[in-house]
């Protein structure tokens, strides 16, 4: 598989934080899933008034392309307006863990940082389908 365009992941990120809807952190995130079909799905973060019913850039990204019938994400970019770059939060971790596996997750800041990991990196011994499907066949 050839590489992905990951300048296009970058700025389609970046392009996403204007459909965040952050009015309480104002802290404003853009995702971008680039899918095996070659389609780039955006999320922002959705906050809500109830704080802990907020969902994050990344899951809005990941969940806008499962829920469009895409089930291979093959890379993920994550954008914020951080001094370092973006740090998924651990529920991000455990959904991009599961949702996208063999994903490249090129984590960015608005200052052109950039950093390449892996969902592995992310979230090392994690928990996933093949401990649930391991326990079921038995
Ligand atoms: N947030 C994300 O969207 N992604 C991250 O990786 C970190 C945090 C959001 C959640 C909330 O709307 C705001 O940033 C502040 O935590």
């Known amino acids: 598989m050839t590489?992905?365009?990951y300048a296009?992941?970058?700025?389609?990120?970046?392009?996403?934080?204007?459909?965040?809807?952050?009015?309480?952190?104002?802290?404003?995130?853009?995702?971008?899933a680039l899918t095996a079909s070659g389609k780039i799905f955006l999320g922002g973060n959705i906050e809500?008034?109830?704080?802990?019913?907020?969902?994050?850039a990344e899951r809005v990204a990941i969940f806008s392309a499962y829920a469009a019938g895409e089930r291979e994400i093959v890379a993920l970019a994550v954008v914020t307006p951080t001094d370092d770059v973006a740090s998924?939060?651990?529920a991000c971790r455990q959904v991009i863990f599961e949702l996208a596996p063999?994903?490249?997750?090129?984590l960015l800041n608005l200052r052109g940082l950039r950093r390449l990991v892996t969902p592995q990196d992310l979230l090392p011994f994690?928990?996933?389908p093949?401990?649930?499907a391991e326990a079921l066949s038995r």
């Open 3 to 5: 590489q992905p365009d």
């Open 8 to 32: 296009a992941l970058a700025a389609a990120a970046i392009a996403a934080r204007e459909r965040a809807y952050a009015p309480y952190s104002q802290f404003y995130v853009g995702a971008a």
């Open 48 to 56: 809500n008034a109830a704080y802990p019913m907020t969902v994050c």
């Open 88 to 90: 998924p939060c651990g």
């Open 102 to 106: 063999r994903s490249a997750v090129l």
């Open 126 to 128: 994690g928990f996933g």
């Open 130 to 132: 093949t401990q649930i």
